[in-house]
Structures are given as structure tokens and as C-alpha cells.
């Protein structure tokens, strides 16, 4: 099983944008999928994940602002993103998430890192 993130570009600052993650197999044979970025001069971080049974948690940085979703229909997972900031400028990427979620400590990514996807957003 693959996943591709999709759907950046260049936004200015308050705009929106979806992003794609594409999953090649079967979506239900991933308990979860998370939405990760990682800006310039920066560690990847973790933002958003979503479970089987379409349960979320999100980094407090995007929590209200951004929101992730599935559709098992078409086997995708996106990450809808709103009043997007400067400083949410970053390469995503989207995989496969550790399971179940700790209460305190944000999921890990179980798989190598596919091709990402920038967004930028100007001020």
C-alpha cells in the first residue's frame, strides 16, 4: 500500500486549500493516516490523523483551522486547510500512522516518506 499527497500550491495568507492523499490498496487496511509538513530549516512534524473508524486528532498549531477526512470510496484521505498563516508553509506529506493513538503524544509515521506536496502561503 502507497500513499501520495497531492493538491498544494501557493495560497495567500487567510486562504484555503484541500490537499489529496491518495491511497493505492486497500483503505481499510490502514488503521490510521496522518497528514505531516515540514517547513524550511525545520523537523517534520506531525498535524493531523484520522483512524478506521473516522476518529481525528490534530497538532495544536492547526486544531480549528484544519481538518481531516476520508473517503473510502474513492481511497483517499484529505486534509482541508482554512485561515492558512506564513507559517504554515511546508512540504506535506501524508502515511501511515502508528495505532491506537497515545493520549498525550502525537502518532508515528510507520512508512518511508513518498513524495510531498508544498504549500505556501504568502502574507
Known amino acids: 500500500v502507497q500513499l501520495q499527497a497531492s493538491g498544494g500550491g501557493p495560497v495567500q495568507a487567510g486562504g484555503s486549500l484541500r490537499l489529496s492523499c491518495a491511497v493505492s490498496?486497500?483503505?481499510?487496511?490502514?488503521?490510521?493516516i496522518g497528514w505531516y509538513r515540514q517547513a524550511p530549516g525545520k523537523e517534520r512534524e506531525w498535524v493531523a490523523s484520522?483512524?478506521?473508524?473516522?476518529?481525528?486528532k490534530y497538532a495544536d498549531t492547526v486544531k480549528g483551522r484544519f481538518t481531516i477526512s476520508r473517503d473510502t470510496a474513492k481511497n483517499t484521505v484529505y486534509l482541508q486547510m482554512v485561515s492558512l498563516k506564513p507559517e504554515d508553509t511546508a512540504v506535506y506529506y501524508c502515511?501511515?500512522?502508528?495505532?491506537?493513538?497515545?493520549?498525550?503524544?502525537?502518532?508515528?509515521?510507520?512508512?518511508?516518506w513518498g513524495q510531498g506536496t508544498q504549500v505556501t502561503v504568502s502574507s
Open positions: 502515511n501511515r500512522d502508528s495505532y491506537p493513538w497515545g493520549m498525550r503524544s502525537p502518532p508515528l509515521p510507520l512508512a518511508a
Open positions: 490498496g486497500n483503505i481499510f487496511s490502514i488503521n490510521a
Open positions: 484520522i483512524n478506521k473508524g473516522r476518529s481525528t
